[in-house]
């Protein structure tokens, strides 16, 4: 069962936790043994695996769809081991999911993957400024980031109850050695001005690579892609308009605006400020000591809201209106996309497959759960309830 491990580390399920879902049908040991390959499960034990992780039988038994690379790995070696396996886990299969989502509804990765080499800052500033000319977005402030990555094919995923050491991490899935998708996965934090510094920031890991020089690196890959960043969310020319080409001061008031304008925080804006030469490094070193002395290195006055995706919740939707899944499978996916009372709808394709008997039962038993809605007096029949028979709807009874 290739999936299976990777299935209950990525729902967050312990050995433990798998067998009590499954009502103890076998022990932790024997579900070790169907992980590693050691034994395999009767029938009755698999249609238990796959309806306690939500999954279908032949999804357990299924090749990976994709091969995963995390890019800046490094970023989950301060987590367990365990702990990275269920990140990874966890993380490839929010990704898995919406591939297959957008490969279902016929859409293709607009996300071209192409690596840039940057050696300087001006090869970061030429960089970002492509970018957002490549995607359109002129050099006025971004909106929303999110919505912003989602729509140009940068799958995002909140990494729900990752722990605090992680941040951010960004990866593109591969399928046959061919790039097909992109995705940057962030830590929920309650300030938007965080959110869309992670995001900026993986989007850095995802589109550049520092050069080598002399068998050298000339910049600091993580300083590099902080540099991407602040360019892609404040342009040069729209800082330099905004704050000026040089100045000697700056007012908390003035950081403030600029943290609403540009949707970055305050030191964010301070700090792109001293690499454009805007401010010396005293005068941001000045402000960093007083941004320290408030108590403002992690909790920044004028908090920005996060945001929220809405291109992934319009794909589920999408995909459960024509028919590409179930809306119980859309509930999984995206909890609370479809209503209740339509998780329970037919699927079309699923019933045409059935018998005629079999589609009849199921039918009749969907009639029967819907029956009380269409009681004579309740809100669905309101506007029926005046017609009581055929002379109501006959020429000229509507007043004219």
Not at 181 to 186: L, N, P, T, V
Request: contains cysteine.
């Amino acid at each position: 069962m290739q999936q299976l491990k990777t299935l209950r580390l990525a729902r967050g399920y312990s050995l433990d936790e798998l067998v009590a879902r499954i009502g103890g049908l076998v022990s932790k040991q024997m579900l070790s043994k169907y992980e590693t390959g050691k034994s395999k499960p009767s029938l009755s034990v698999a249609q238990a695996l796959g309806g306690a992780l939500g999954v279908s039988v032949t999804r357990l038994y299924e090749a990976p769809s994709y091969d995963l690379e995390f890019i800046a790995y490094r970023k989950l070696s301060g987590l367990t081991q365990t702990r990275q396996a269920e990140v990874q886990a966890f993380l490839g299969e929010a990704l898995r999911e919406r591939l297959d989502v957008q490969q279902k509804l016929g859409l293709a990765c607009k996300f071209k993957f192409v690596r840039q080499t940057v050696r300087s800052q001006e090869d970061i500033e030429a960089l970002a400024e492509r970018l957002r000319s490549a995607w359109e977005l002129g050099l006025e402030p971004i909106g929303n980031l999110m919505d912003v990555l989602e729509r140009k094919g940068v799958h995002v995923v909140a990494a729900q109850e990752a722990p605090e050491k992680f941040h951010g991490i960004s990866a593109v899935a591969r399928t046959q050695g061919e790039f097909c998708g992109a995705m940057i996965a962030y830590r929920d934090v309650p300030a938007g001005e965080r959110q869309r510094s992670t995001l900026a920031h993986e989007l850095g890991h995802l589109v550049l690579d520092v050069g080598v020089l002399d068998g050298e690196n000339e910049l600091d890959e993580e300083k590099a892609v902080q540099s991407f960043a602040g360019a892609f969310l404040m342009p040069r020319d729209l800082m330099r308009e905004t704050l000026g080409t040089r100045r000697s001061n700056i007012h908390l008031e003035e950081l403030l605006t600029w943290k609403t304008f540009f949707g970055s925080s305050m030191q964010a804006t301070l700090y792109r400020a001293k690499t454009l030469e805007i401010i010396s490094e005293t005068y941001f070193k000045e402000w960093m000591i007083e941004i320290s002395r408030q108590g403002w290195r992690k909790a920044e006055p004028g908090r920005l809201n996060t945001e929220q995706p809405t291109y992934w919740p319009q794909l589920v939707q999408r995909a459960v209106a024509e028919s590409a899944i179930t809306a119980a499978e859309a509930n999984r996916l995206l909890p609370g996309s479809v209503h209740e009372a339509e998780v329970g709808s037919l699927d079309r394709r699923a019933l045409l497959r059935l018998p005629p008997e079999q589609r009849r039962a199921r039918l009749e038993q969907q009639a029967r759960a819907f029956a009380d809605l269409y009681e004579s007096g309740t809100e669905h029949t309101e506007w029926t309830d005046d017609f009581t028979d055929e002379d109501s709807l006959s020429e000229g009874s509507i007043d004219e």
